[in-house]
Structures are given as structure tokens and as C-alpha cells.
């Protein structure tokens, strides 16, 4: 895979960090974000995050969706908790999320899988009933792993830190990239973004191999008309890049 030029559609600053990885491989990464993440800024939005943050210590497990759950979430817990608060289960939903949360200090639970569905089977053994979990996410998420929990009699809430939007691109933006071998994507919403501005721009790209996180993601993409999906089971980058087929003469996390 060396001299391949992937398009890199992961949200900054999580573009820049693939981009540095697969150009250390001998790729040639090319940056084009689908996803925006905009922390929520208004007053009543930050006292509302506060407010949570500082009673966090009610809850027996607070679970992180992404990388940016964890940047967003970390800062607030710094500014509101100077020591963590003891007992609470802190738990990352794949292994970059998870990664991300050590990296900050924060004693994330170690986790074989990748996705939401792979979490519930991880907590299957544990006995749920009136247990409190937060849900650390962007506005408006994938409720299924709340659902889920709640089925076993888990008392949910969430607090949202973010808003995904899509970003704005023209037909100059398609017109100035170099050809373009292979996609990484890293989320549903990502994916439909992209399948957005190559029907308009962009059509032969639908011929590209696409790697996609998870065999869900996987699905939408062939459901989308997407010919040459493959699956990472992975939205971290060292499974991109094993499914990719760098060999970087490393085992995969």
C-alpha cells in the first residue's frame, strides 16, 4: 500500500493525527473532513454540562462514544473535579475511545470490542438493575445502547457536549483533489455526508474501495450503492490500517 492516497474523512483534530500515521506508513493521505464538532458554547448549554458534571459522582459507570466525548468530556471533568471521584466505572466504546481516555488520565475499563453492540455483550455478566450510567455523546446520538441498558434496568441519562454538522464543500473542493485510491470512514453520519457530495460531484468514487468501522456502517455503505465496501471492525487507526494492508511490522492493537 505504499504510495496510496487514501481520503481521510475522520472530523479535526482526529484528521491531522491519521493523516500524520498514514504518511509515516509511506502513504499519501489527503484530508477531507464529513464531520464538524462544535462543543456547545451558549450559557445555558455550559451551566447544563456543569450542572451534570459536577453530580457525576452519582453515577456507577459513565460510558464515552468517541474520541471527541473524551477530549470535550475530560475538560469539563478537570475543571469541575480536581480529583476524580471514586467508584465511578469510566468505559470507552472502542479501543481509540478508550486509548483516548487513559491517555487523560482517566482509569477507562479495558474492553475487547469496538461498537455500542460489542459493549452490551462486554457488560452482559453484569447485573444492571437500577444501576445510574451516563452517556457522554454529541446532540442527538444513537440512543440503541441507552435502550438497551435500560431493557436490563439500567437508569440512563446523557449529557450531550457537542453538535456534528456537515461541512461545506463545492465542486472546487472535488476539483482540486489529487486521484484518489482508497476511503477511510469512521461513522454512519460520516459515510452519508460523503455519499452526499460524491452524488453530486464526485460519482466514480463510488467504484473506490471505502473501509468502514463496523459491520453496520458496512451495510449503509452497499445499501448506498457503494460497490467495494470492506469492514475494519475498528474506527481506530491501527484497525484502518491493518484493513488497509500497511505493513507496519507492528501487531494491531
Known sequence: MQDCSILITRPEPENRLSCERVRT??????????????????????????????DINEFHYVIFVSKNAVRLGSDWLDACWPMLPIGVHWIGIGQG??????????????????????????????????LKVLIMRGVGGRTELGD??????????????????KPE???????????INLIWVTSGESLHNLSEYVAQYKQDWKTLPIITPSSRVNQQAKDMGWINASCAHGADDNSLIKA????TGQSND
Open 148 to 165: 438497551k441498558l435500560e431493557e436490563r434496568g439500567a437508569k440512563i441519562s446523557y449529557l450531550s457536549l457537542y453538535e456534528r454538522k
Open 25 to 54: 506508513l509511506g502513504g499519501t493521505p489527503v484530508p477531507l473532513p464529513m464531520l464538524e464538532i462544535a462543543p456547545l458554547e451558549e450559557a445555558k448549554q455550559q451551566a447544563a454540562i456543569r450542572s451534570q458534571v459536577f
Open 244 to 247: 488497509t494492508g500497511f505493513h
Open 97 to 130: 475511545t478508550t486509548q483516548a481516555l487513559l491517555d487523560e488520565g482517566i482509569p477507562a475499563l479495558s474492553n475487547p470490542g469496538h461498537t455500542s453492540e460489542d459493549l452490551l455483550d462486554w457488560l452482559k455478566p453484569v447485573k444492571m438493575k437500577n
Open 169 to 179: 464543500y463545492n465542486a472546487q473542493t472535488f476539483l482540486m483533489l489529487p486521484d
